[in-house]
């Protein structure tokens, strides 16, 4: 009798140990993932693809390309494929050059440098780059159908002049390159890109990706211009 009830304890107490360790294996067994942080910001929705991010709320809205970031870890400059609009409603606003700039992972907040800083660097090879790899970011709501052009950078020799400021309106989609020195090298981890609108800031989230976060997330993005499209589906 006294070697069943011995028995019967040592089953119990292994049952026990089984249950307490069940939840901790399972916690183990399931998958990592890499959540967009809060933005700060009143923001209606932030929109992912591989290499592309847009975010919007009511008055402005902002998407951006940064394959060539990610392939640049390391190197004192970044380049952004930049577009951006206003809002179906919203008044004209003119957008410029001081109301963008870049969020690091280590909390600095970094001014596009000036065309005249931007030229000194000479980024040709950084720029060749970009012809080769890149992500289309022509992805707006339904009523910016008009091309625009961003120039607060061109290339020395291009037949165009830069800009300080771009002019937005409802039915402009305005696309253009943005340059930062970032002090130290493009290092991995979450960016932002900060946008000032008339009234509010849009912040597009820009996370440096490492190889094994690449692989993780690129099987759970889905196609940009379908999310956009949903995102600004017109109700019937």
């Not at 707006?140 to 625009?148: E, I, N, S």
């Not at 130290?184 to 849009?202: C, D, M, P, R, T």
Request: charged share 25%; proline share 6%.
């Amino acid at each position: 009798m006294k070697d069943t009830r011995t028995l019967s304890l040592a089953l119990v107490a292994l049952v026990s140990s089984l249950s307490l360790a069940a939840p901790a294996r399972a916690q183990s067994d399931q998958k990592p993932t890499l959540k967009v942080p809060e933005a700060g910001v009143p923001q209606i929705m932030t929109l992912e693809g591989t290499y592309v991010r847009a975010a919007y709320n009511n008055e402005g809205y902002a998407i951006i390309g940064y394959r060539i970031a990610n392939l640049s870890v390391g190197e004192e400059w970044m380049l952004l494929d930049f577009g951006t609009t206003v809002r179906e409603g919203v008044k004209n606003y003119t957008l410029t050059r001081d109301a963008v700039s870049l969020e690091t992972p280590d909390g600095k907040t970094i001014p596009m440098p000036s065309v005249e800083e931007y030229r000194k660097a000479n980024l040709q090879a950084l720029e060749n780059r970009a012809r080769v790899s890149r992500d289309s970011i022509n992805y707006f709501p339904p009523t910016a159908t008009r091309a625009c052009r961003i120039g607060f950078f061109n290339e020395l020799n291009a037949p165009v002049m830069p800009w300080d400021q771009v002019e937005l309106s409802d039915n402009r989609a305005c696309l253009g390159r943005l340059f930062f020195q970032v002090p130290g090298g493009i290092a991995y981890g979450q960016h932002w890109l900060n946008v000032k609108f008339e009234q509010s800031l849009v912040r597009v989230p820009c996370r440096i990706l490492t190889k094994e976060e690449e692989k993780l997330l690129s099987k759970n993005f889905k196609d940009i211009k379908k999310q956009v499209d949903e995102a600004f589906k017109k109700k019937s």
